[in-house]
């Protein structure tokens, strides 16, 4: 019998496959429990549940786990990046950032990513495929069991490769494992998506019942800089109506991410502009100095002219923050150590 993956399934799914099997509704939540609290990697492990339930849960279902491949920690802040292997091969990076004692988790959606944005070195790469949800839960896993220290709340982004709402399914999956109170009862402030901004699933997702926080990745205040950084993604206007629509759905601040790239979207003009769509918006802003990664076409800003962009800003806007990217010293932004390790398999085989 081929086995089903039992962290592919959502709560409901879970449950009424307990009831083929003749259980009681009580038993999901103990299974889920297991499976996301105790983050157990067998049915055997599971004492709370008979052991006849046991042995046919184990001839029926597989729980998968992901495997460290390699990892490096930065010099700079001790944020540590770690590449991990799917079941079928992939390589995916998973990032810990530890900031003034709140611990964050940075994972992946996508091996690789379609999109292409010019400033990321993931959408250099390509792409390969969606992840299922397993392997999204699996990245939380393995930092849960081995690196987060215990009892300590800690948050999570969407942010490392590949663009979320591309695989809204297996997201929307996930999440509901990542709220559920016998998953890893984490809420809204907990998790965030961070998005090229794709207007209906922005407002699809708007209806939900999910808990998590948005946040766009704008980058530009004119939709001729944004398609030439971000060739796919949707013109300014109906993005931001949309993340607009979910803030005011779920009276909440949608995040509004700008990465400042020198000569490109630095001008005081963009930061007028940028004041300009966002006053009166139920948005704040990030600004993110780009990091510079081999073989990109773009540059660092100076600090100087990301203290004129701030100094054109700050007065006008609604709230700016300004976060440098952790682990410069390790490349930390996506998609570089996966890169180069593909890059070494492909070597090995020629
Ligand atoms: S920035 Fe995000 S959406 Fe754009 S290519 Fe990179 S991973 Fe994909």
């Known amino acids: ?117 010019r400033f990321c070195r993931t959408g250099d790469g390509g792409f390969k495929r969606n992840l299922e949800s397993d392997e999204i839960l699996n990245q939380v896993l393995f930092f849960k069991s081995r690196h987060l220290e215990r009892n300590r709340r800690f948050n999570i ?48 997702l708007s209806e939900t019942d999910l808990k998590f926080s948005l946040a766009i990745s704008l980058n530009a205040t004119t939709d001729r800089v944004r398609r030439e950084i971000m060739p796919e993604a949707d013109d300014i206007v109906p993005t931001l109506a949309a993340a607009e629509e979910f803030a005011r759905a779920r009276k909440t601040i949608v995040t509004l991410e700008y990465v400042l790239i020198s000569g490109v979207n630095e001008d005081p003009a963009d930061a007028q502009r940028l004041a300009g769509i966002t006053r009166g918006r139920p948005f704040k802003i990030n600004i993110i100095p780009f990091n510079e990664w081999d073989g990109c076409p773009y540059k660092s800003p100076t600090e100087e002219n990301l203290e004129r962009f701030l100094q054109v800003l700050l007065p006008k806007a609604p709230t700016v923050t300004v976060r440098r990217s952790q682990g410069g010293d390790i490349n930390a932004a996506c998609g570089q150590l996966s890169l180069r390790r593909a890059s070494e398999r492909k070597r090995d085989l020629s």
Not at 69 to 74: F, I, K, T, W
Not at 175 to 192: C, H, M, P, S, V
Not at 197 to 203: M, S
């Open 157 to 204: 982004v969407f942010m490392g490769m590949g663009e979320p709402f591309l695989n809204l399914g297996n997201i929307e999956k996930s999440i509901e494992i990542l709220n559920a109170i016998d998953g890893f009862a984490l809420g809204q402030k907990r998790i965030t998506i961070s998005t090229i901004g794709i207007p209906e699933a922005i407002l699809a």
């Open 1 to 117: 019998m081929r086995k089903t993956n039992i962290k592919n399934l959502s709560i409901e799914e879970l449950s009424s496959e307990l009831q083929k099997l003749g259980e009681q509704r009580y038993r999901a939540p103990q299974l889920l429990k297991w499976l996301y609290q105790k983050a157990t990697s067998s049915f055997v492990e599971m004492t709370n549940i008979p052991m006849e339930l046991r042995t046919l849960l184990d001839e029926r279902y597989t729980i998968t786990s992901l495997q460290r491949v390699e990892s490096v920690r930065s010099s700079i802040d001790g944020s540590q990046k770690f590449l991990l292997e799917t079941g079928d091969g992939s390589l995916i990076e998973a990032v810990l950032m530890k900031a003034r004692g709140v611990q964050t988790i940075c994972i992946s959606s996508q091996v690789g990513c379609p999109l292409g944005c």
